[in-house]
């Protein structure tokens, strides 16, 4: 059966970080999409990061850009995302997703193309 835990999340002060990890099971195939979606209180879902597990292909939101990285531990079936230089406006509850035996290609933000969900993770950026 297939599981995301995600971990990491916590209160921080603008301009701190944190690293978000995502403990994956249950999966056998090679090549997955596994994304990260925030989604703050009155606000719409959002694709932050996502990344292709066999070509490494990365895709990021353009509000993290040069902030955030997603990266994977092969060996541990987990993946990433280091956040840095945070922001108010970056909290919300984050939430790791997975797409089993596909690539990410330009549906890398758009949760129902997802068919595995976390819990989430919650972030708090305080000004």
């Known amino acids: 059966q297939v599981q995301l835990v995600e971990s990491g999340g916590g209160s921080v002060q603008a301009g701190g970080s944190l690293r978000l990890s995502c403990a994956a099971s249950g999966y056998t195939y090679r090549r997955n999409c596994m994304g990260w979606f925030r989604q703050a209180p009155g606000k719409e879902r959002e694709g932050v990061a996502a990344i292709d597990t066999d070509d490494v292909s990365t895709y990021y939101t353009d509000s993290v850009k040069g902030r955030f990285t997603i990266s994977q531990d092969n060996a541990k079936n987990t993946v990433y995302l280091q956040m840095n230089s945070l922001k108010p406006e970056d909290a919300a509850m984050f939430y790791c997703?997975?797409?089993?035996?596909w690539g990410c290609g330009g549906y890398w933000n758009q949760w129902g193309f997802f068919d595995n969900r976390g819990q989430g993770t919650q972030v708090t950026v305080s000004s």
């Open positions: 997703a997975a797409k089993r035996g």
